[in-house]
């Protein structure tokens, strides 16, 4: 349960959702995608009500990468991205030249196009995450909700993930756990702990010793970095 949560996120910004586990960093995300329906209080995309539109609207405006992907699907790879150009078609439409297009440079852009004739419930679990995302990608829409997408990346994935966010012309909120991917990779930090937001801003301002100390219960050291950047050491 989460209560007294309020942000915004400007179009093209990348907004990091942190705190421990169970602080409610996912029930946030899944309020936003057509997950969960807040008790009270409202989601808006563009001025619009997301629980006010059905679920093919929100898959039209807002993709979705979650932090584990049932990989019993029987499909290949490729069949797994195209699936992001589906809430774009009617039922009885096949994917056009385009759609195949996106979906071909998606797997290039996440270096999976080697495994589009590979099955999905082969591969491993960095392999599933980057084809999920690619997936996302395919999808096309102006906002991308991620929980904890670095989760089964190597390092050389996540910060190519990370890169490519800053990148895209989309409004991206993302759970992570890596402190310091959140500091250096997000424009707003929210801090969560226990259900309630305790800090939103700038990373600067968010990753203080203080607020870290009291929400994750460790000693923490953070040094601004040259670049504006901050870093956090664990002590």
């Given at each position: 349960m989460v209560d007294g949560v309020?942000?915004?996120a400007r179009p093209g910004d990348v907004v990091g959702i942190l705190g421990p586990n169970g602080s409610g960093k996912s029930t946030i995300l899944r309020s936003i995608f057509h997950s969960r329906k807040p008790a009270r209080g409202s989601v808006t995309l563009d001025g619009v009500d997301v629980?006010?539109?059905d679920a093919k609207w929100s898959a039209q405006h807002i993709c979705v990468v979650l932090q584990e992907?049932?990989?019993e699907f029987p499909l290949t790879c490729g069949e797994i991205v195209r699936m992001g150009r589906a809430p774009h078609k009617r039922s009885w439409q096949s994917l056009g030249a385009g759609d195949l297009e996106l979906c071909h440079a998606a797997m290039e852009v996440m270096e999976v196009d080697n495994l589009a004739g590979s099955s999905f419930s082969r591969i491993s679990g960095g392999?599933?995450?980057?084809v999920t995302i690619a997936r996302a990608l395919a999808q096309q829409t102006g906002m991308i909700v991620m929980d904890e997408p670095t989760n089964h990346l190597d390092i050389h994935h996540q910060l190519k993930l990370m890169h490519l966010l800053r990148r895209l012309n989309a409004t991206t909120v993302i759970a992570l756990h890596d402190i310091n991917l959140a500091g250096r990779f997000c424009d707003t930090l929210v801090l969560m702990s226990g259900g309630s937001c305790v800090?939103?801003?700038a990373p600067s301002t968010v990753l203080s010793p203080n607020v870290l100390d009291d929400v994750y219960h460790v000693k923490t050291d953070v040094v601004r970095q040259?670049?504006?950047t901050v870093?956090?050491?664990i002590l």
């Open positions: 309020n942000f915004c629980w006010s539109r992907t049932p990989a392999e599933r995450q980057r800090a939103c801003g040259p670049n504006g870093h956090v050491t």
